[in-house]
DNA sequence: CGCGACTTTGACAGATGTCAAGGCTTGTGG
DNA sequence: CCACAAGCCTTGACATCTGTCAAAGTCGCG
């Protein structure tokens, strides 16, 4: 399976999650055109102010958009997992207002605006299906202002690390009927999450050596581990009660519905 | 003029700043149709949860969108002036996941879904104009999302305070041959902000008790002073200083057109 | 007049930032 | 194979910011 084929349908499985498409619809969406490019750590591959006219999709690796202050403090808006069309927006508003960058090695499959124009145009469906999407963007940009405002540090880490254990869980599952036969966790044990504590640190509204010590204090309470590009959750109980994590806000109810199914 | 045709016609106007829209696309929105409400002070208007057959235009006073942890602290997320459509989303997405409510008495009108989808699909532009103001929601709570990860309380107060300027400043000109002739200030001396220092609270993700010191700082600082429901602007630069406040999120090109050619 | 909502202030506590130093890994070049 | 540098992680001591608690002041309104 070619890169592009892999990153679109890890799209479609995300859009197919709160969305129902026909076959063909989704025969349409798996064959979008478009480029695979690498881009190294902490390089940006969308610049302020540039105009694009493309979309781009992220198959592996971890990417963020970030906003900064003139002072030049960096503040990281979204993240995006493998899956993620980063900015399906820019079809309607090209000139970017917001950097985008690679946390790690990254592979994006760049998507013309033309072709997505053009899906959305036959497909009406396909329009709402991405429309749905970019509201659970907001819908998690939202969450991350609450946590800034209402949550302390330690909060906060551990809402971000519930956060991506549901959003990389989510993504790494084969499909629903896999998961109601095996009665597999949802949440996984363990996910790659590969960004420093540098990173961290710009998402969370904290200081990297801040978010060391409550690293330290997570792991001194047994709630989670985090090291070399992974995390690994030992007490998601735990770690859900601090971060006061309700994964309504991801919009994931087909999974929700399967998870009541399995405890009724 | 009745109230309905008030509320379009500001909506409009915001729309207009954005997008170029023929006579005929503008008529249509103007045509509309919507029910007025109104809404006490404190009050929410649309219920976590609740289905909504219907987007809320706000007329007149202050809305707020906001979300609550756990514990039930408060984070408000978008505050919503005259002329926004606050949740057009719910027309993809009817189960609201964050509940809406007046910050003041205001005055809303009930657009249903149905002339919406209506009006978009005769129109396109009109849709890609409605798609290109969420973009723009979505670049304000970005910017907020920077200012309590990357701001101090002073920092994050006037910041508040340069970006409600600009917008009411926005709003409140009659129209942009206006402010060419008469070379009016973009910026407003003072304008309404119906809000109490517990409402600024909970938007800058800090307590009541040290948003009244803030205020008292930059009162003392000679920037603004505040009471009554008005913000009236002593120091327009000091203000944008402090607060790093560059106003290119907002998307006023037009408006950025304008100030140059005065200054040229 | 008294009540309720909001504002203002002070003293103190707790959380987070700042500064500085050292340790650990990894890759590079001699 | 070793020395070294670069990037990242870890820790301690201290400074600063913001929260907490408590009380009093102001204003409009019944």
Redesign the pocket.
Known sequence: MSDRERGLTLFLKRLTTRSKLTAEEQDAILALPGEPTEIL??HDFVRMGERVDHACLVVDGLAARFAQTASGERQIIALHLPGDMVDLHSVVAPHTSLPLQALSRILIVRVPHAALIAITDQYPAVGRAFWRDAIVDVSLISQSLLSLGRR???S?LAHLYCELAVRSGHLNRNDDADIAQSGAAIVPEAFAFPA???HIADIL??????V?????LLREAGLVEA?DGWVRILDWKGLTQIAEFDPSYLQLERVELHARARRG
């Open positions: 750590a902490n302390r540090a330690a906060r420093t504590q540098y509204g904290l200081t990297p050596v801040h060391n010590r409550t690293l330290r090291n």
